[in-house]
């Protein structure tokens, strides 16, 4: 039951990352697979 709660848990903050980033991301020259692909990287 915990890897549920964990799974939902990643799942949000992947929706609200994906959601809120491009708002902080307007003002840097930086575009949103830019940064999923940094993330993957440093998760790699």
Request: with cysteine; aromatic share 6%.
């Amino acid at each position: 039951m915990q890897s549920h709660a964990l799974l939902l848990a990643v799942f949000g903050a992947i929706v609200l990352v994906t959601a809120w980033l491009p708002l902080f991301l307007r003002k840097l020259p930086l575009s949103l697979p830019m940064v999923c692909i940094g993330i993957g990287v440093l998760l790699v």
